[in-house]
């Protein structure tokens, strides 16, 4: 069935033109070096010049852009505005739409330069996904982080694009030798939905998992009842 989908998805593509095509891919890389850019790279040791010294991570999780951003996009409004991910700093939804050629000069400049650890096209794609694969997160999850979308809609996305690897119950992890049960989809999904949806949006870096916008071709609906049903999984 995976393979049909990606099958259906590569035509799909070839009938875009080729720059909507090569937007795609790049909203997805994107999307996976804002969640963690140095996922098979080597690993700044020292702590990130911007890392507030008062606040609680240390070495490289502090140069991940979700660390001081926020997997809601809005920073210190949003789910660290309080915690162990504390760090006070705005987020970044405010420049989505923006154009990304406006967008790319803000990660090379200064004390946020990422030129020297990323080549152009990762700040490229960084930019596109900061234009084109933001989210409104309160359009997905309420307040008390309760997603927003209807778990019976989302139940046969999951079987279909979820399952193989995740297992009906969210527990089966066979990657890492996690534990069944110990850090299931389910249990994410419901302490931490927020990062859920970035993930379900565009995949786990560093793994095959598909990005349900650019490799499932998703619409906003399907991924939040999506993230719906991952919230009603036992494990
Ligand atoms: C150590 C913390 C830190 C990390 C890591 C970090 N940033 Fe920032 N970022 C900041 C701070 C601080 C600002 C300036 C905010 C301000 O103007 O008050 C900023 C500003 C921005 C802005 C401009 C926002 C605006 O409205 O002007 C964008 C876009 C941005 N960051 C994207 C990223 C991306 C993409 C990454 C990952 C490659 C990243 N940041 C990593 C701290 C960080
Ligand atoms: C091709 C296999 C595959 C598919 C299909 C897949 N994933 Fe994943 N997923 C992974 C791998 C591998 C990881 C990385 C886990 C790790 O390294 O701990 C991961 C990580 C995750 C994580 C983060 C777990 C954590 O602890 O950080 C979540 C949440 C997740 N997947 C949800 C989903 C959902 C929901 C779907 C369907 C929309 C899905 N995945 C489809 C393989 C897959």
Redesign the pocket.
Known sequence: MKHRMTAIALVAGMLLTGSALAADLSVKR?GL??DK?YAGREKPET??????ATAKKKGAA????K???GWDYIGARGRYAKGSHF?G????Y??AGKPASK?EP??KSG??D?SKM?SDADIRA??T??SEGQVDIAKFVDSDNRALGEADGGKPLYEENCASCHGTDGGQLDFKGKKDGVQGVGWLARKNPQETLHKIRFGHPGSDMPSMVVDAGLGEKQISDLLAYAQTLEQ
């Open positions: 994107g070096l804002y850019w702590n990130h010049p911007l890392y507030p502090t140069w991940r852009c660390e001081c951003h760090t700093i705005k987020g970044t405010q420049v967008i803000m990660l004390n946020h990422f990323l960084l930019a996904f900061l």
